[in-house]
């Protein structure tokens, strides 16, 4: 391969739409015929009648196994003596981000092939070739870089709309944070993390997430609270999980990442979802890159409506020792962390300053003052 070849990578295939987890037998027959499908009690549940009805009509066995709650590395062992044990060979996830980077990673140790069933929309996992690993206390351990993406991932609006609404608007946290990352690395000519330049195509794809983020957001909030399925709900669903996902994979991740991987040391934001904790990142990156007031101003105003994090209080924060909050920042400013894709100096002590001032200007946001 040559060095620094432009590089974009996908899912095998994307199915999105009401009802489709009663296809997944047909889609999964042309992959195996002995799965274990793994997820939560919620996520299992709720995809438990559509799916196996599906498989029973295609012939296929299926198992059951819940997901122990954290993507260590005994939890991925568990897995695959699981599946080894039931002679599987497809392995399937079933809930949200975790349980889902769990199978991936199990998938691939077992060179099988993995199907995604996402039940919320709150993270860009289920299409990407990566998965996040944690150590058993919660705190992030590394990120794991896998030989290839999905085989099938199968979003069923149906159910991704009874999730609760607070993870559709996770969803959009995190995948705020796509088209400036991706133009971040496009910018600085940083490397995608299949280690590739940037396709014109990833960027159209970050751009037009974000685009999509801005337009429907708020509708698809209002959608999500009545438990309804409309058109916005459908973009902002294709916009959280297919978009961000590629916009990411191929397009690159820079601060706002890194700075939430900072984050996972702080106890008191372990309660928050990963888009919370990316979206307040989101702004800090902005601050950083000293975007144009007006870009910083329209962010702080979608993150606002929709109820994502803009002060250190939001992030459940607010009494975090600044000590502590140095180590975030100086663990972000590490040699090899995405906050170097930026086209600014990188030091600890600069990301911190640019953590107090996002805070400080959500503080002035919720107080009706200007911040521009």
């Not at 009401?18 to 499908?37: A, K, M, T």
């Not at 709720?46 to 299926?62: H, N, Y």
């Not at 996830?93 to 349980?99: F, V």
Request: aromatic residues 6%; charged residues 20%; negative net charge.
């Amino acid at each position: 391969m040559t060095k620094y070849s432009q590089i974009f990578i996908a899912s095998s295939k994307y199915v999105q739409g009401r009802g489709v987890i009663n296809q997944i037998g047909e889609h999964i027959s042309l992959l195996g015929d002995r799965v274990l499908v793994v997820g939560g009690k919620t996520g299992l549940a709720v995809t438990r009648s559509g799916r196996a009805q599906s498989l029973a009509a295609k012939s296929i066995f299926q198992v059951e196994e819940l997901f122990r709650g954290e993507v260590c590395d005994a939890e991925i062992e568990r897995l695959t003596a699981v599946a080894k044990q039931n002679a599987c060979n497809v392995l399937v996830a079933c809930g949200g981000g975790k349980a889902i980077d769990a199978v991936k990673a199990a998938a691939a140790e077992l060179k099988l092939p993995a199907v995604i069933i996402p039940t919320t929309a709150a993270t860009d996992a289920p299409c990407s070739a990566l998965s996040v690993i944690y150590k058993e206390n919660g705190e992030f351990d590394r990120l794991w870089i896998l030989p290839k993406n999905p085989d099938l991932v199968l979003v069923d609006t149906e159910i991704i709309c009874q999730a609760p609404v607070r993870l559709l608007v996770a969803g959009m946290g995190d995948a705020l944070a796509t088209w400036f990352e991706a133009e971040a690395c496009y910018n600085s000519g940083a490397l995608n993390i299949s280690g590739g330049k940037i396709t014109a195509s990833a960027l159209a794809l970050a751009r037009l997430c974000y685009d999509i983020l801005l337009k429907y957001g708020l509708q698809a909030k209002i959608a999500c609270e009545s438990k309804l399925v409309t058109p916005a709900l459908e973009k902002v669903v294709e916009a959280n999980t297919l978009l961000s996902g590629l916009g990411f994979e191929s397009g690159g991740t820079a601060a706002a990442h890194a700075i939430s991987e900072g984050f996972s040391l702080i106890e008191e934001m372990h309660d928050l979802t990963h888009g919370e904790k990316v979206a307040f990142c989101t702004l800090v990156q902005l601050i950083l890159e000293q975007r144009p007031p007006e870009i910083i101003q329209e962010v702080y105003d979608f993150c606002y409506k929709l109820g994502l994090p803009i002060t250190l209080a939001d992030l459940n924060s607010a009494q975090v020792s600044a000590t502590k909050l140095r180590q975030a920042a100086e663990i972000s400013a590490e040699p090899g962390r995405g906050t170097h894709n930026l086209t600014v100096t990188i030091s600890g002590d600069v990301i911190f300053d640019a953590i107090m001032l996002a805070d400080a200007l959500g503080q002035r946001i919720k107080n009706g003052q200007p911040i521009v």
